[in-house]
């Protein structure tokens, strides 16, 4: 009886090679979503913390959200921002989203005097 079950192709026989190979379209999707998302998303990372480790009085910055200033303090855990004459919030340094751009330049420095 058995064999016409092996005549008819009813009991299937995989090799070694098939079983690998039904795994390479998952290992060929895993590459490609590492090089176009994982990858570049640790870079842009790196990047921001270089940036946040760099910051210096008097630079003027963005907050995640949307807060407009001017480094006065730095902690390690801190930054003091000026935001108006006279105004000072403290928010924790990764909340510094990046430098204050305005178009294609940086934000002019406020100027004194009114």
């Known amino acids: 009886m058995t064999?016409?079950?092996?005549?008819?192709?009813?009991?299937?026989?995989?090799?070694?090679?098939?079983?690998?190979?039904?795994?390479?379209?998952?290992?060929?999707?895993?590459?490609?979503?590492?090089?176009?998302?994982?990858?570049p998303q640790q870079k842009k990372a790196k990047e921001h913390q270089a940036y946040l480790n760099n910051l210096k009085k008097g630079e003027r910055v963005i907050t995640n959200g949307g807060l407009y200033g001017r480094v006065t303090g730095l902690t390690d855990a801190a930054i003091t921002l000026e935001i108006a004459d006279n105004v000072t919030v403290k928010v924790a340094r990764s909340a510094i989203m990046g430098p204050a751009v305005t178009g294609d330049k940086q934000a002019p420095a406020k100027k004194g005097g009114a």
């Open 3 to 39: 064999g016409i079950a092996y005549a008819a192709g009813g009991i299937p026989t995989t090799g070694a090679a098939g079983g690998i190979a039904s795994f390479v379209p998952l290992i060929l999707i895993f590459v490609v979503f590492y090089f176009l998302l994982i990858r």
